[in-house]
Each structure stands twice: as C-alpha cells, then as structure tokens.
C-alpha cells in the first residue's frame, strides 16, 4: 500500500511544532494502475502483512492479469513467510482472508475470490525466498 506523507505546521506566539502522519489512499488510482500495465517486470514482496490490504490485494491481481495478458515478467519475493502460505493460504494468510470474509456481501466475496486466485497463481511461480542468514 502507498501511504501519502502530509505534513501538517501549526504556530503559536512561543513556538513552531510541525508534524507528520501517514494517509492511505481508499483505492488504487487510474496513474498507479497505468503504471503496472505499462512496466515491464513486477516486483510482489510477501509479507505477514501484505494481504491484510486491500489495495496490495487489488494491485497483485492486476500485476497477475497483466502477466497473462501483456506477459509481463513477475518476481515474487516472500520476506520471512513461507511460501506454501501463501499459494495455500495457510497461517497469518488463512487469518487475513476469514477476516475480509467476514459480513462479506456477494460482490465482495466475488472480489476475495479474485485476490485468493492471484495469491495462488503468485505463489506457484519461481521465486526468491528471503530468511535470517546471509548465504
């Protein structure tokens, strides 16, 4: 997910504070969409966290459409998860899916589906598995 940085001043006769915080963005826009279709290789790093989102969700499935349809080249890296979670949807993945499941109407559970094939489809393909150790 793509956090948006808004860094925010205030004043008061005896000092100057400034602050920032992270705004996350409700859906992918048209640009970041454009983007994916128009590169040539996509990077997907799995974490314990990344499915938790949906818009890393959104944007995995139109990378997997893009791959099968534009061919274009993918790289998943899974960074300290185990791989089979990830095409099984097994463990912290298992945890996410029941949870966006949850009050889920039709059309959402049409979407989860789709998040679910691109998660399987990515987690098939070769890959780069990330531990602990420096090998």
Known sequence: MAPTRINRSSSSS??????????????????????????RVAIIVFSKTCDDSKWCL???VKIMNCKKERKQKFIPIFYHVDPSQVWNQKGVYEESFAHHEEDADEEKKEKIKRWETAMKEAGNLARYDVKDSYE
């Open 58 to 60: 959104e944007e995995l």
């Open 14 to 39: 005896t000092s100057h504070s400034q602050w920032s915080y992270d705004v996350f963005l409700r859906e992918i826009k048209p640009e970041l969409l454009k983007a994916i279709e128009e590169s």
